[in-house]
């Protein structure tokens, strides 16, 4: 659903994980190849468009872990965040890794969410041969626990399971859909998230409330410098983010054409990401509603309810075609006019009112919980 090019800088520990036993011990061999079963497969418009949880929701469910998408969009905040790269200098430039859940603190909470903390090895430059880490990615399959990994493209996939001594790997991917695919791991795009399980559990309120005071927190973060391709720069959150892209869509017209392909990728494909966000954030709100009594429990409603008109204003876009013109469009650049981008204008400013108002429910929820 988005380009395979994507620039993402990651401030991560680069180490390998331990690896011990969890779940159901589902590991098959047959001949050369070991598998790990009942990894479902990724597909976009099904396995969710922050394709972290979408990866971290199938290896928990070869895993036996009772949860969903939803629960860890939430517990992690993705469900609530949004995010926009700009150049410090305000100058033309932007990055399609805005809306990308594989950052910290994110990406760990979502794996604490199932009980798990994930190493990631970065070699996204290009100058490392993937498949030194043939044996790391054999010791996990062989004790029962995929691995993540940016797999034909940079979108997070799974590896379930290896052939020819780990220099051959097994992958479910969101480009790839239910079909088996087998691919040399020297091929992958140099991102792996070995997991590790930790032996604990959060209790479901506890997450709840953790979810919410990230939501309400990141919706006013100040903004966080991060390098990309384009430059020096800051992600920026919430309300100053809707705000930045709402204006960078507004004046777009004035760009020059190179400029205008380095917007419009990461516009679309912020827009998907936030679409599925919303309705997802509106789910979660629902399921955690129940552990709170009284004003709070009434107030998670009401942002759910307002999540929920989020998402009804994002999504009609995706048949309608009208607006954020990614892949599933049939259109492109040269079909970003000014009709369209007046359109994608009026559509995120009413979902930053809506999301505002979801917030201060959320703030009126965390003052009431005892």
Known sequence: MRSSVMWIMFGLVLCCASISKAGPMN???????????????????????????????????????????????????????????????????????????????????????????????????????????????????????????????????????????????????????????????????????????????????????????????????????????????NYLFGDVAYAEWIENVRTSSTLSVADQKSLFEPSWWTFSVLADARANASKYLRSIAPLFEGDAKAAIERAAGFYAQTAAKLGPAFGTKDAFLGPWTGKTIADWNDAVRAREVQILTEARKLDGQAIAEIEKALAAIK
């Not at 009772?66 to 949004?82: E, N, P, V």
């Not at 997450?207 to 309400?216: C, M, N, P, T, Y």
Request: glycine share 10%; charged share 25%; net charge neutral.
């Open 27 to 233: 590991v098959k061999t047959d001949g050369t190849k070991t598998w790990v079963e009942n990894v479902p497969a990724l597909a976009w418009g099904k396995s969710g468009e922050t394709t972290l949880c979408g990866a971290l929701n199938a290896i928990a469910q070869s895993q036996g872990i009772k949860t969903d998408y939803a629960t860890l969009m939430g517990d992690s905040g993705l469900a609530f965040r949004l995010r926009w790269w700009r150049k410090a200098d305000g100058a033309p430039g932007w990055c399609p890794s805005s809306p990308v859940g594989e950052f910290s603190p994110w990406d760990q909470r979502a794996a604490e969410s199932i009980g798990y903390t994930i190493k990631f090895h970065d070699h996204m430059d290009g100058k490392t041969d993937m498949s030194r880490y043939a044996s790391d990615i054999k010791k996990s399959i062989d004790v029962n626990m995929p691995v993540l990994a940016y797999a034909t493209t940079l979108d997070m996939g799974v590896i379930y399971g290896y052939q020819d001594d780990g220099q051959t790997v097994l992958v479910r991917d969101p480009f790839i859909g239910d079909k088996d695919h087998a691919m040399p791991l020297a091929k992958t795009k140099g991102f792996l998230g070995f997991l590790s399980p930790t032996g604990k559990t959060i209790a479901r309120r506890d997450a709840a409330i953790a979810a919410l005071k990230a939501a309400a927190g990141e919706w006013r973060q100040p903004p966080v410098p991060m390098k990309s391709i384009t430059g020096d720069g």
